[in-house]
């Protein structure tokens, strides 16, 4: 079933999260600051490791370095105009107000946006999903779902409940990329993957950036990116085919 990865995902979240829930009751608030910290730094590492590596990889061409940077710009300057991060902020305060019941209720909202970017964007996203939609295999979306759950306890300890909020998330995008790609019967080619998973990996060094509170950057504004981080690479790839002799 082209959605038994993306459901295996969303069960990991919420297992987590309701384990760093009930640790979270019992952990000291310099001890959650630590483990904000500790996961800001993880995060910043992860993102660098996969912006490197597919900034690197043979399948994207040398010289579309440069679509992955238009891609993050372009897609920066589509969500600020759609004011992508005002409206995810406006809806993660909507379950503020609805589920907080004054247990520190400006964490719900960090906690649902801050989640959600993090076990939805990056490679594994992409590739796990495109790949259970197409056959059927949930080998990649296995180890997403591992990696998210441990790092939803830490998540839920640190910033509480609305990380239950992030499983929503997980289901929609994830299930969203598994559907189109079961419909269509083809993934993307893999230099659109790796300039994609690149975009993404920049998005993330934001994430821990903002965890670290050393700069909130605007990231979800940037989500469009991932979008034009496929379009940009085939753009570049046409222009080099018409220049060829």
């Known amino acids: 079933m ?3 990865g993306t459901l295996l995902n969303v069960a990991a979240v919420l297992i987590g999260t309701t384990v760093g829930v009930l640790a979270g009751s ?3 608030e310099r001890m959650q600051r630590t483990l904000t910290d500790g996961l800001g730094l993880f995060t910043i590492a992860i993102g660098i490791a996969l912006a490197l590596r597919y900034l690197t ?6 010289g579309d370095d440069l679509a992955v940077l238009g891609a993050l710009l372009a897609g920066g300057a589509v969500g600020e105009l759609l004011r992508l991060s005002d409206r995810l902020d406006a809806l993660g305060d909507w379950f503020q107000r609805k589920l907080a019941r004054g247990d520190q209720p400006s964490r719900v ?3 649902f946006v801050t989640a959600s970017l993090v076990f939805c964007v990056g490679p594994l996203t992409i590739l796990g999903s495109i790949q259970n939609g197409l056959t059927g295999d949930i080998q990649l979306l296995g180890v997403k779902s591992l990696l998210d759950g441990v790092a939803s306890i830490a998540f839920a300890a640190a910033l509480g409940a609305g990380v239950y909020l992030a499983a929503l998330t997980v289901l929609v995008v994830q299930g969203g990329i598994a559907t189109l790609a079961w419909a269509a019967g083809a993934g993307l080619d893999p230099g ?7 975009v993404g990996g920049l998005m993330l060094v934001g994430v821990g950036l903002g965890l670290l509170d050393v700069k909130r950057i605007r990231v979800v504004n940037m989500l469009p990116g991932l979008v034009f981080a ?7 790839a ?8």
Do not use: H, K
């Open 57 to 62: 990889d043979p399948a994207l061409p040398m």
């Open 230 to 236: 496929p379009l940009f690479v085939w753009l570049a």
């Open 192 to 198: 659109s993957i790796a300039a994609a998973s690149a």
């Open 26 to 28: 019992r952990v000291p």
């Open 238 to 245: 046409a222009i080099r085919g018409a220049l060829a002799p």
């Open 109 to 111: 909202s960090e906690a």
């Open 2 to 4: 082209f959605l038994t």
